[in-house]
């Protein structure tokens, strides 16, 4: 069977995508039941609430948004990879990038209090959380690279 080329674009989001989705269910929501495990969170883990507007399953909707952080998480790890480790990009952009947006962008589109009202013993679940997702995606990525 001839080998199909593959637009390097094409293959950025295909890899991006999948690995975001796969490090939303294992890092992301594994650090959830960790910190659940604690005593910590009262986050439900593989939620399946409905999401407005469209009532899609918290777990569906999580998993879409981590692929498309996957895809800007992937696009860092290999624009800046031969300068820093791909775990380290990926805990980082996790943890910066997710959190802040979560924080300042997505938390006053839905009425909620910027950046969890500042309530320190609350805020440092997003970033450990979102992290470790970031540093999923860098993870998996590289397994999923080899397959496609």
Same mark, same amino acid.
């Given at each position: 069977?001839?080998?199909?080329?593959?637009?390097?674009?094409?293959?950025?989001?295909?890899?991006?995508? $999948?690995? !975001?989705?796969?490090? #939303?269910?294992? %890092?992301?929501?594994?650090? +959830?039941?960790?910190?659940?495990?604690? /005593? =910590?969170?009262?986050?439900? $883990?593989? !939620?399946?609430?409905? #999401?407005?507007? %469209?009532?899609?399953?918290? +777990?569906?909707?999580?998993?879409?948004? /981590? =692929?498309?952080?996957?895809? $800007?998480?992937?696009?860092?790890?290999?624009?800046?990879?031969?300068?820093?480790?791909?775990?380290?990009?990926?805990?980082?952009? =996790?943890?910066?990038?997710?959190?802040?947006?979560?924080?300042?962008?997505?938390?006053?589109?839905?009425?909620?209090?910027?950046?969890?009202?500042?309530?320190?013993?609350?805020?440092?679940?997003?970033?450990?959380?979102?992290?470790?997702?970031?540093?999923?995606?860098?993870?998996?990525?590289?397994?999923?690279?080899?397959?496609?």
């Amino acid at each position: 069977m001839a080998a199909i080329a593959v637009n390097p674009i094409h293959r950025l989001i295909t890899i991006g995508f $999948v690995a !975001g989705v796969l490090g #939303i269910l294992t %890092f992301h929501q594994g650090t +959830i039941a960790v910190i659940q495990l604690l /005593g =910590g969170s009262p986050l439900t $883990v593989y !939620g399946w609430r409905p #999401i407005p507007p %469209f009532g899609v399953p918290s +777990i569906i909707n999580q998993c879409f948004w /981590g =692929g498309l952080w996957g895809i $800007v998480f992937y696009w860092l790890i290999l624009r800046f990879g031969s300068r820093y480790p791909a775990w380290l990009i990926g805990l980082v952009a =996790g943890a910066v990038l997710t959190a802040g947006v979560g924080w300042f962008i997505v938390a006053p589109i839905k009425g909620q209090p910027i950046a969890q009202g500042f309530n320190w013993p609350q805020m440092w679940r997003s970033p450990l959380i979102h992290g470790m997702f970031g540093l999923g995606v860098a993870l998996i990525a590289p397994l999923v690279a080899k397959r496609i």
